[in-house]
């Protein structure tokens, strides 16, 4: 483990560049060129505003605010997208690196590593734009906020985690990515991110106990919504699957890595 | 620093016989394998000395590629060991992972990166990166729109910009133009006085004659010969021209009539070889040397009139020098048939550097137009190799004698 994280710091240089160079490599040959990270997020947070409070006049139950649903809307899909883009690129990172893991000797480890902090990157301009728009708007939580830090690294273990050993199986078995982008999308509308779990019947609400995206995105909805602490308990289970899916992922990669090289 | 151990080294692939099999046996670790193993190398045992210069040769698919691939540690060996001390540089396929979209500059600092140089490094490093590739403004410009030989330049100059204590390069080399190549074995060769050692992989006869103390012949994955390289040469140029006799006569078996030797064979060739001045067989011969080449005709039925003809071609199939007992005047007139005819023909072998065949034509006449007894094409193969002369351009050796006045 200590070899790992030694090589990772020997390779950090190859890290850093390889996060500027893929940012940068998204808006290559654009003229905006990085204004465009910016104007991405911020149509998707004027669409979500606009659409859902104003036109579909959609209001929270039991709460007065004409913005409280976009916010709703916001906390859930922006931290799910964090979710989805982690898994997503980590399922298919040594696939898609194929060409850098076959003619150079460098550490594997680096790959999820890159892929995390892509991911972080983009969601923090997003995140960042959406906070600025919960202090103008006067909806800002206070304090509490800083209590979606610890969910926000349960979140990105828990999915590194699943996409490390997602990634490593995808190697072998290609089925497996073509099985996940289905399953993510169900995976999406069994989690409480488009509509309050309210509206669930009691018996799928007691399922929602097996998702542990559930508990994470109602935490964020409990601070950025309702201004009120994350009920730390509900996150117990997500906490144990992440910790299991970190250790099940490098366990796989470390026992794989040399049989990978061969398979791509 | 730079020395390289390589111990019992072996890589077999895993085959499995449908997709499923894989993970059944992922599933059950207790029940017994489900695949087969495919052995590319095995048993492969070597020591480089820092500051060693090996040559690794072999034909296609011996294995050479895969044993690079493990030295450098970009796969892993199934058996054995390699023992490494130092910085590598390994330029092991054309254009080392570089990123299409990306300036050849930007490119620089990610190979460089990998390489374990810092940013301030390579930025320190860039105009004799740049200098020495000699690409001018693409490097501005994404790779994609790079010529392979461009991509060849730019990542040999990267992996070469800082000494390394180990150099390991493929035979990625041979696709740069003649010009670059030279460039490139002079740096070689300069870091080769520094110290680095290199493990080099080329099907270039010169490049290993030339460069390297020591070549290493792999052969079915295994090492088949070790020792000083024109040694190891000659048993590599034996290997090839059992190989290709040996193609010839399965093509003959199979349809009746090869391609490559034509002709009734009423008259054919049994024996072909080239000996050097001391009247040993040689397959790797020095520019300027006293050659003869020796040609045992068989008489199958009675010929009227015989006439022996050869061709020196270069490897492109150019003829050198060709010429018959006719144009020589000295035809045979009534052979009969089961008699056995030796020709010797001495020459000195001024011809330059490279690989070269010998065809052969038995006839009537001064073209085989009118009789042609048999033709056979590559009838022998040979390289020329410059040992002793200073270094010079071309094909043939034309030794000059030079005289500079100051009038």
């Known amino acids: ?264 | 620093m730079g020395a390289i151990t390589v111990s019992g080294l072996g890589k077999a692939y895993k085959q499995y016989p449908t997709r499923w099999s894989r993970l059944a046996e992922w599933l059950s670790p207790s029940a017994a394998p489900r695949h087969r193993l495919h052995w590319i190398l095995r048993d492969i045992d070597f020591h480089v000395a820092a500051g060693e210069a090996v040559g690794l040769i072999g034909i296609n698919g011996a294995g050479k590629s895969t044993l690079l691939k493990l030295i450098s540690g970009t796969s892993q060996p199934s058996t054995g060991s390699v023992h490494m001390e130092g910085r590598v540089a390994a330029l092991l396929e054309l254009g080392m992972g570089f990123h299409p979209d990306f300036s050849g500059r930007q490119n620089v600092y990610m190979a460089g990166q990998l390489l374990g140089l810092r940013i301030d490094e390579i930025s320190e490093l860039m105009p004799s990166i740049e200098a020495f590739a000699e690409i001018g403004d693409y490097i501005d410009q994404p790779v994609r729109v790079y010529s392979s030989g461009m991509q060849m330049r730019l990542a040999f100059s990267v992996a070469t910009a800082r000494r390394p204590d180990i150099l390991i390069v493929d035979e990625a080399l041979s696709v740069g133009d003649t010009y670059f190549q030279h460039k490139s074995f002079e740096r070689i060769r300069q870091y080769r006085r520094a110290g680095t050692t290199l493990l080099l992989v080329s099907h270039d006869k010169q490049a290993i004659q030339s460069v390297c103390d020591r070549a290493i012949l792999l052969d079915g994955g295994r090492v088949a010969r070790q020792g000083p390289p024109e040694e190891v040469m000659d048993y590599y140029n034996a290997l090839i021209a059992d190989r290709e006799n040996a193609q010839l006569r399965t093509t003959a078996h199979a349809d009746g009539k090869v391609q490559t030797i034509s002709g009734t064979g009423e008259a054919t060739v049994s024996a072909i070889a080239l000996f050097d001045a001391d009247g040993a067989a040689v397959e790797v011969v020095d520019v300027g040397a006293d050659v003869t080449l020796q040609v045992t005709v068989t008489a199958h039925a009675a010929i009227p009139r015989m006439v022996l003809g050869y061709m020196i071609k270069d490897r492109l199939g150019q003829t050198m020098y060709g010429t018959n007992t006719d144009l020589q005047q000295m035809p045979l007139a009534d052979v009969a048939a089961g008699r056995q005819v030796v020709y010797r023909f001495r020459f000195p072998m001024n011809l330059g550097a490279g690989s070269y065949s010998v065809a052969t034509a038995i006839v009537s006449t001064d073209t085989h137009l009118v009789n042609n007894y048999e033709w056979r094409d590559l009838a022998l193969v040979f390289t020329v190799v410059n040992m002793r002369r200073p270094h010079f351009e071309g094909c043939a050796w034309i030794e000059p004698v030079i005289e500079i006045t100051h009038p």
């Open chain 1, 1 to 264: 483990m200590s070899a790992m994280l030694r090589a990772l710091w020997g390779c950090r240089g190859f890290v850093l560049g390889s996060v500027r160079r893929e940012f940068q490599s998204k808006y290559r040959n654009t003229m905006l060129g990085a204004a465009w990270t910016v104007l991405n997020p911020l149509a998707m947070i004027v669409v979500y505003t606009v659409i859902f409070s104003q036109v579909m006049r959609n209001r929270l139950p039991g709460s007065e605010s004409g913005l409280s649903y976009s916010i709703y809307l916001c906390a859930g899909v922006l931290t799910w997208g964090l979710f989805a883009e982690i898994v997503g690129r980590a399922q298919s990172m040594f696939i898609e690196q194929a060409n850098l893991i076959k003619k150079i000797s460098f550490p594997r480890i680096a790959l999820p590593v890159i892929v995390v902090l892509n991911a972080g990157l983009n969601f923090a301009i997003i995140f960042g734009l959406f906070t600025g728009f919960l202090i103008v708007s006067g909806h800002f939580p206070g304090w509490v906020f800083l209590a979606i830090v610890p969910v926000l690294l349960l979140q990105v273990a828990f999915a590194i985690g699943l996409g490390l050993v997602l990634g490593v199986l995808n190697v072998f078995f290609r089925d497996i990515g073509q099985f996940f982008a289905i399953f993510i999308q169900f995976w999406f509308w069994f989690t409480p991110v488009v509509y309050p779990v309210a509206i669930l019947p009691d018996a799928i609400r007691a399922l929602l106990v097996w998702n542990p995206l559930a508990a994470m995105v109602m935490a964020y909805q409990s601070v950025l919504v309702y201004g009120r602490g994350p009920d730390w308990a509900s996150l117990a289970p997500a906490f144990i699957a992440a910790v299991l899916l970190c250790l099940l992922g490098l366990r796989l990669f470390r026992r794989r890595v040399g049989e990978m090289v061969d398979e791509l």
